[in-house]
Structures are given as C-alpha cells and as structure tokens.
C-alpha cells in the first residue's frame, strides 16, 4: 500500500545552521511528491512539489528537496535556517492512479534554537 | 496567497449528537477536500468533492459523514450521529483543478466528542 514516513518526529537545529528532514515514501508508480509546512494555528502551506522532470525542485524560502527512485526518498534541505522556519513539516505523496487523495506523513516538528 | 477559512476552530458536543463543519474554500477553486487527523497520528483523506458529487472517499468516510456545498455558499461535512472516535482534528482543502494540483488548506476544526 501507498505510504509515506517520516522518521524523524522532532529535529532541532540552531539558527544559521543547515537543515534536513528526512521523508521516505512506498509508491509503485510514479510519484508526485510535496512539502508542506504548518505553522501555529494555521492551515498547510505547500513548501515545494516534484513532477516527474528534474530531481531537485526548489520551492520557497529558500528550501528545496531532492528527489531519488532508487531510495525512494524525497528529503527536504535549506542551507540556512532561520528562527521563523519554527513549524511542523508534512511530506506528502499524491497517487498517479486517478485518484485525488493526499497521502501523509506524520510530520516532523522543527525547533530552532538561538 | 489564498486562503481557506474554516469554522468553527473549536466544537465540543455529546457523543450522537450531529455536527456541522463548515469550510469557506478559495474563491475560484473547484474542488474540495476534508481530510482528518487524529492526535499524534497522520492526516488522512476523507472525501473529495466536485461539482455537487462525492468523486472519492475513503473508508474512514462512515455512513454517518456526508458533505455538501448548497449554492456556492461553505462546503460542509457533517457527522450524524456523532461517536467518540470521530473526535479528531478535520482539515478542509480546496483545488483549482484537479490530480496533482496544489491543494490549499484551512487551519482546521479541533473536534471533541464526549
């Protein structure tokens, strides 16, 4: 069955320092792959998505996300992390099948220390 | 950027009593989504909704759920009755288009039932 992880429940970096949250995914088609960010008291924002093309996408604020078939990953990275990047991350996967549903992640919550 | 508005932020109501979830989506967006997400677990689909019919559901969409959008006005999910497992955070999406679009999110409605 179509799954998405992300194993890293907390991940707690310093400010300035580089970031990456880990996502898997279980698809056995061709993926479409995003980022979304929550911050508090605030719906989901997509941070970046991958369409089959170029591995590597860029998406806002300077996050971008590489994409690899052979290990079935879809990790998010930023070089510089910033105290307002304070949020929860979701990797999601959308099925290729006709279908419209998401499929979540269970977030990764990102603290960042001073 | 756009936004999805959702109401209420917060409902607490005895467990078979019906319930009413209201989502104000973006304005020009075409399709509508509720997904649910339980605490410390993953979010999770529900229903996607598209010119006045149910296009997809998941097996969490009980008998009792339905949804609708009479004339344009909040997509609505209903719950009737109400039971305990039904207390959840639901989170309203909405669509331009359809596979593969970028779905933007409300901040959701915490949901308890006792």
């Known amino acids: 069955a179509q799954s998405v992880t992300q194993p890293d429940a907390r991940v707690t970096v310093s400010e300035g320092a580089s970031l990456q949250l880990r996502c898997k995914y279980s698809?056995?088609?061709?993926?479409?792959l995003f980022w979304y960010v929550q911050y508090p008291r605030q719906g989901l924002q997509l941070l970046l998505k991958y369409y089959p093309g170029d591995p590597v996408v860029q998406g806002v604020n300077g996050f971008e996300a590489e994409f690899s078939k052979s290990n079935s990953s879809f990790h998010l990275r930023k070089a510089s992390v910033h105290w307002s990047d304070w949020a929860v991350y979701f990797c999601?996967?959308?099925?290729?099948?006709?279908?419209?549903?998401?499929?979540f992640g269970s977030g990764t919550q990102l603290t960042v220390m001073p | 950027g756009p936004k999805v508005l959702q109401i209420p932020s917060h409902q607490i109501i005895d467990m078979g009593q019906m319930v009413t979830l209201n989502c104000d989506p973006v304005?020009?967006?075409?399709?509508f989504y509720w997904y649910k997400q339980i605490l410390g677990q993953q979010m999770e689909f529900l229903v996607n909704f598209y010119n006045g019919k149910v296009m997809e559901k998941s097996k969490l969409f009980k008998d009792q759920f339905s949804v609708e959008r009479p004339d344009g006005s909040y997509f609505t999910l209903k719950i009737q009755p109400t039971a305990l497992e039904d207390s959840a955070v639901y989170f309203c999406?909405?669509?331009?288009?359809?596979?593969?679009?970028?779905?933007?999110f409300g901040p959701g409605t915490r949901l308890t039932v006792l």
């Open positions: 999406a909405s669509s331009l288009v359809d596979i593969y679009a970028e779905q933007f």
């Open positions: 304005s020009n967006h075409l399709y």
């Open positions: 999601a996967v959308s099925m290729t099948s006709g279908s419209w549903q998401l499929i």
């Open positions: 698809y056995f088609g061709t993926p479409y």
